[in-house]
């Protein structure tokens, strides 16, 4: 399987609670975008990388979220101090290149479950 | 407000009609694309559209850019059971390609 793949699926834990995701991207793909998406509600995106440069975050991300993305392949989200808000599905997707004809590909996310 | 308005937000028909979903906005987009998502999984492409009045057929499916790249309609033809899902668009923004913002979906619900 070549696609993008994120794990773990499920996350439970309690409020107050540091915890990481991690995306690995499509190989060829050096574009990586997290995204956060509720019940009954679209994707919102939170902040992409182009190889292991951070280049964008949407102000949903506050500064208990951290992600990074090293070497400029897998990525990972860290939210600390989790907070009941913080429930829902992350989602990463990847790319080739920003151009408006690339499309996103995404993984099937992490769904985290706050306590 | 969301900056893609999608609907309808629910839509349940009988296997074997016809629907038509649409996705507006007030704002410009360098390329619209539509996702299909089922519970518990992520959104899968079906199709960008990058060109003011273009139409893409898949299959059963056809999808049309507005001419001013502006909204999007996805047609279904002879609704299968298979098609149910969430039907999400998402335009990139033709001042920031980087910046793609996604409708809230419909939710199509197709019955045998």
């Known amino acids: 399987d070549t696609g993008v793949s994120q794990n773990p699926r499920h996350k439970i834990t309690k409020r107050g609670q540091n915890v990481t995701f991690r995306c690995d991207p499509i190989s060829e793909h050096n574009r990586l975008y997290w995204y956060r998406q509720t019940l009954g509600q679209g994707p919102e995106f939170l902040t992409y990388?182009?190889?292991?440069?951070?280049?964008?975050k949407s102000r949903l991300l506050s500064d208990r979220f951290s992600a990074e993305r090293p070497k400029g392949s897998f990525s990972t989200l860290e939210i600390q101090r989790t907070e009941q808000g913080d429930s829902a599905m992350y989602l990463c997707a990847s790319s080739l290149g920003g151009a408006s004809n690339q499309p996103q590909h995404f993984g099937d996310g992490t769904r985290l479950s706050i306590l | 407000t969301q900056l893609l308005e999608q609907s309808p937000q629910f839509l349940s028909i009988q296997e074997g009609e016809n629907l038509t979903v649409y996705c507006n906005s007030s704002?410009?987009?360098?390329?619209l694309q539509w996702y299909r998502q089922e519970p518990g999984e992520g959104p899968v492409l079906l199709v960008t559209v990058v060109t003011g009045g273009e139409v893409k057929k898949l299959k059963r499916l056809t999808f049309q850019f507005g001419d001013a790249r502006k909204d999007s309609s996805l047609h279904i033809t002879a609704a299968q059971p298979g098609d149910t899902g969430l039907y999400l668009c998402a335009g990139l923004q033709s001042y920031n390609n980087n910046d793609m913002r996604f409708g809230a979906g419909t939710r199509l619900t197709v019955k045998p």
């Open positions: 704002s410009v987009f360098s390329s």
């Open positions: 990388f182009q190889n292991e440069a951070q280049l964008e």
